[in-house]
């Protein structure tokens, strides 16, 4: 019954606060006391994930140090094109009764030009989830959200933080995914590790392959070439 109340307590949360305030999205939860996250820093290590012959997907994250990454094998992706698409590391937290929490990171293939902020909100929509929180980069290709989704007949509620980047014709996602039940107790380690969460190095491809458009020698601009002049 305790835990019951616990995974849903945040979720009726959310639900008031998004009635009380329908105006906009609610800030990105920081921790407020530095002290909290030095101590996370005492206790999690540097992590480097890389692929030699993908080089552009390779990422760096601070994770706890009692967390254990999955063997790659046992991963869903494939490639296309010499490009990895799907799961690039999956890492699985500490179990606290039934709940645990995993970080993931996935790269996904875009097939058209499309800015950071519209691929998420396609993302949300085509996958039911409520989004709570997000801040976008300024130059449009990168992203910070928090959004909620539900799953199984008991409608299990995850809080899930996630750090979005787009690198040539694929976005790199790193999400945090975590029972709505271990709010109170991870949501600092979830801002930690979401921000420690950077790509090694970016893919400076286009996402379209790019026509150029010449009018009198006085107009020139570049343009997707499954666009239509």
Same mark, same amino acid.
């Given at each position: 019954?305790?835990?019951?109340?616990?995974?849903?307590?945040?979720? =009726?949360?959310?639900?008031?606060?998004?009635?009380?305030?329908?105006?906009? =999205?609610?800030?990105?939860?920081?921790?407020?006391?530095?002290?909290?996250?030095?101590?996370?820093?005492?206790?999690?290590?540097?992590?480097?994930?890389?692929?030699?012959?993908?080089?552009? =997907?390779?990422?760096?994250?601070?994770?706890?140090?009692?967390?254990?990454?999955?063997?790659?094998?046992?991963?869903?992706?494939?490639?296309?094109?010499?490009?990895?698409?799907?799961?690039?590391?999956?890492?699985?937290?500490?179990?606290?009764?039934?709940?645990?929490?995993?970080?993931?990171?996935?790269?996904?293939?875009?097939?058209?030009?499309?800015?950071?902020?519209?691929?998420?909100?396609?993302?949300?929509?085509?996958?039911?989830?409520?989004?709570?929180?997000?801040?976008?980069?300024?130059?449009?290709?990168?992203?910070?959200?928090?959004?909620?989704?539900?799953?199984?007949?008991?409608?299990?509620?995850?809080?899930?933080?996630?750090?979005?980047?787009?690198?040539?014709?694929?976005?790199?996602?790193?999400?945090?995914?975590?029972?709505?039940?271990?709010?109170?107790?991870?949501?600092?380690?979830?801002?930690?590790?979401?921000?420690?969460?950077?790509?090694?190095?970016?893919?400076?491809?286009?996402?379209?392959?790019?026509?150029?458009?010449?009018? =009198?020698?006085?107009?020139?601009?570049?343009?997707?070439?499954?666009?239509?002049?």
């Amino acid at each position: 019954m305790v835990q019951a109340l616990a995974r849903y307590g945040f979720i =009726l949360m959310l639900f008031i606060s998004s009635f009380a305030h329908a105006e906009g =999205l609610k800030p990105l939860h920081q921790p407020q006391d530095m002290s909290v996250l030095e101590s996370y820093a005492k206790r999690s290590e540097a992590v480097s994930v890389t692929f030699e012959e993908d080089a552009t =997907l390779s990422f760096t994250v601070d994770m706890p140090n009692n967390w254990v990454q999955r063997p790659f094998i046992s991963l869903k992706n494939f490639s296309r094109r010499n490009r990895l698409h799907g799961d690039l590391a999956i890492f699985d937290g500490v179990a606290s009764g039934d709940m645990r929490s995993t970080f993931q990171v996935r790269s996904i293939e875009l097939p058209r030009e499309i800015s950071a902020k519209n691929w998420l909100m396609t993302y949300l929509i085509s996958s039911g989830y409520t989004l709570y929180s997000l801040e976008e980069g300024v130059d449009k290709r990168s992203f910070e959200a928090m959004y909620i989704r539900f799953e199984g007949d008991q409608r299990q509620g995850f809080v899930i933080r996630a750090k979005g980047l787009i690198s040539g014709p694929r976005l790199i996602l790193g999400e945090y995914i975590m029972p709505t039940g271990l709010w109170e107790a991870e949501r600092d380690q979830q801002a930690f590790v979401i921000g420690s969460f950077e790509v090694s190095a970016e893919d400076q491809d286009w996402i379209e392959e790019k026509e150029f458009f010449t009018y =009198l020698e006085a107009l020139e601009f570049e343009y997707p070439d499954t666009w239509a002049l």
